[in-house]
């Protein structure tokens, strides 16, 4: 009677998430799968993907993984690239006039990671299980995202000078940080999971483990981590991720996408 005393006396917003969470963590402990649509209405209503037509790369595509890999139907609506500047400034759904936006009912998001934490939660899944969780994730969350801004910054530049900087520093300054806390005991220690998984969070796949997965595709470093015992951390979640589900589905019938 108090929790629901407490639920009535929030705002319907508050009130929906919480009640979000309690049927998460129900669910959790009866071992219930939620559907598709009660996972698309636990974000708040159909989810629609608004990105650049590009060929299954990029910042949208991180998202478009998190939603597959969480079990959430979305519909996909594509854009030229790169716009054509009339569309690009008329385009409403970002004060950025940038993609990707994540359009969920009425409500329209940006920032490709920062909704993924925010859907994260409102999922009770891919996320931190506790503050201490989170903060981690988003320790490499950032260096995700400096290597997100390095790379397509040096892309769209078409400099070969600055291409070969990209290269010369992508390993040192990006790919062993992931590694490293992937591997680092000390660099893992607010983990309160099992550590004992392919997944930054032990054996619970995260949002981060998806962004870093796409980093390798998008770098196309897959031939040279495989074969590289410095990055074993990195291969193996690379494969964990291709075996989940919703991803595991997404990739079938091309196998050109695969990485593992």
């Known amino acids: 009677s108090f929790l629901i005393a407490s639920l009535v006396a929030k705002p ?13 963590t129900l669910s959790k402990a009866l071992n219930i799968t939620p559907s598709q649509r009660d996972l698309a209405n636990a974000l708040g209503g159909p989810v629609t993907v608004h990105y650049f037509d590009l060929p299954r790369t990029g910042r949208g595509e991180v998202d478009r993984l998190f939603l597959r890999a969480a079990g959430v139907p979305y519909e996909d609506k594509h854009y030229d690239f790169p716009w054509d500047p009339e569309v690009q400034l008329s385009f409403e759904f970002s004060p950025q006039h940038s993609l990707p936006v994540v359009e969920v009912g009425d409500v329209k998001y940006r920032g ?12 009770g899944r891919l996320g931190g299980q506790n503050a201490e969780e989170e903060l981690f ?6 260096v995700y995202q400096d290597w997100c801004s390095a790379y397509w910054a040096t892309k769209l530049s078409g400099s ?3 291409q070969k900087a990209h290269d010369e520093r ?3 300054k990006f790919f062993n940080v992931l590694e490293g806390y992937l591997r680092n005991p000390r660099l893992r220690e607010m983990v ?25 595709h ?43």
């Open 192 to 216: 309160s999971a099992t550590t004992s998984g392919p997944f930054y969070l032990g054996d619970r796949m995260s949002y981060v483990d998806i962004c870093v997965y796409q980093a390798i």
């Open 112 to 123: 490709h990671v920062t909704m993924l934490r925010y859907f994260a939660k409102k999922l």
């Open 12 to 24: 319907s917003t508050t009130m929906r998430e919480s009640l979000n969470s309690l049927v998460s």
């Open 170 to 172: 992508k390993y040192n």
């Open 218 to 260: 998008d770098e196309n470093l897959w031939e040279e981590l495989k074969n590289n015992e410095k990055f074993r951390g990195l291969k193996s979640m690379v494969t964990a991720v291709e075996e989940v589900d919703g991803v595991r589905q997404y990739l079938r019938g091309h196998d050109d996408l695969h990485m593992s």
């Open 160 to 162: 070969s000078e600055r």
């Open 137 to 142: 994730l988003q320790m490499v969350d950032e």
